[in-house]
T-cell receptor, first 114, second 112 residues
């Protein structure tokens, strides 16, 4: 699976927007971009995913570069509850070898200050 | 809709023993995946089951095994436990295995 690169850590103040970057320069045409997050002492939680167009849901927005080699997860107003490790993952859903399988890197540890 | 349920939440076992962990997926989900999480290695994929068949397997020794029942519930078994097996074991369910996955809270296994 194509590799992603994320900063090890980022910080934000409460109620400010947060932009979490992810580079995936070797992305293939059939790779979907997924984001998960893991709060302390919990299992990972699905956040959002997209293929080419920007996506919005109740948790966040996903902005995908036109060449798809990078993406940004946007939390519009960070809360203390958003402090977590955020994982950017590529999924080629057409390949049998990736069925049921997510490749987690080290992710970005987001710290939110009150 | 109930989430993914893993039991037990905590376990302490002795080296050489075996252990069985259980996972109940979200109703209607047929894919169940297992992951091991340690501070040193992060989240690593163990295996995935779909309709009682193992479809994918990670790079773990044969001491790690699993199965899935007709109601999609899954169990994983670790035999001859080693100290290095101490970890958080996470189960994830999804509808077909290629859509978003929903994780349980995990089972914290400590081997002493």
């Amino acid at each position: 699976d194509a590799k992603t690169t994320q900063p090890n850590s980022m910080e934000s103040n409460e109620e400010e927007p947060v932009h979490l970057p992810c580079n995936h320069s070797t992305i293939s045409g059939t790779d979907y971009i997924h984001w998960y997050r893991q709060l302390p002492s919990q299992g990972p939680e699905y956040v959002i995913h997209g293929l080419t167009s920007n996506v919005n849901n109740r948790m966040a927005s996903l902005a995908i570069a036109e060449d798809r080699k990078s993406s940004t997860l946007i939390l519009h107003r960070a809360t203390l509850r958003d402090a977590a490790v955020y994982y950017c993952i590529l999924r080629d859903v057409g390949r049998g070898s990736t069925l049921g399988r997510l490749y987690f890197g080290r992710g970005t540890q987001l710290t939110v200050w009150p | 809709k109930a989430g993914v349920t893993q039991t037990p939440r905590y376990l302490i076992k002795t080296r050489g023993q075996q252990v069985t962990l259980s996972c109940s997926p979200i109703s209607g989900h047929r894919s169940v995946s297992w992951y091991q999480q340690t501070p040193g290695q992060g989240l690593q994929f163990l295996f995935e089951y779909f309709s009682e068949t193992q479809r994918n397997k990670g790079n773990f020794p044969g001491r790690f095994s699993g199965r899935q029942f007709s109601n999609s519930r899954s169990e994983m078994n670790v035999s001859t436990l080693e100290l290095g097996d101490s970890a958080l074991y996470l189960c994830a369910s999804s509808f077909l295995g290629n859509t978003e996955a929903f994780f349980g809270q995990g089972t914290r296994l400590t081997v002493v």
